[in-house]
């Protein structure tokens, strides 16, 4: 049961730090969430839910967001192995 408990945390986590920094790189480039939206094809609200952690998004649709916005993974990767060691 504890390592079920953790896994839900970790996804948790995963999802807050990956849509912070979508969020953070959306606004340091000048984007807004519509536009961006309407540039992947998905719709603004379901973009909203990723950037807020609500969502966790599927591959290629994280693939299509960091493309667009010139994200690495390893950033906010790097971010979640740091705090996961803490959860």
């Known amino acids: 049961m504890k390592k079920d408990r953790l896994l839900l945390t970790e996804r948790e ?16 480039l000048g ?17 909203g839910r990723i950037e807020r952690g609500e969502k966790l998004a599927n591959s290629f649709t994280l693939g299509i967001i960091q493309i667009e ?8 990767l790097s971010e979640f192995e740091e ?5």
């Open 83 to 87: 705090r996961r060691k803490h959860l």
């Open 13 to 28: 986590l995963y999802k807050e730090i990956v849509g912070k920094h979508i969020r953070e790189r959306r606004l340091e």
């Open 69 to 76: 916005l010139s994200l690495n993974s390893d950033v906010y």
């Open 31 to 47: 984007i807004t969430l519509e536009h961006l939206a309407e540039q992947i094809g998905r719709d603004d609200k379901h973009l």
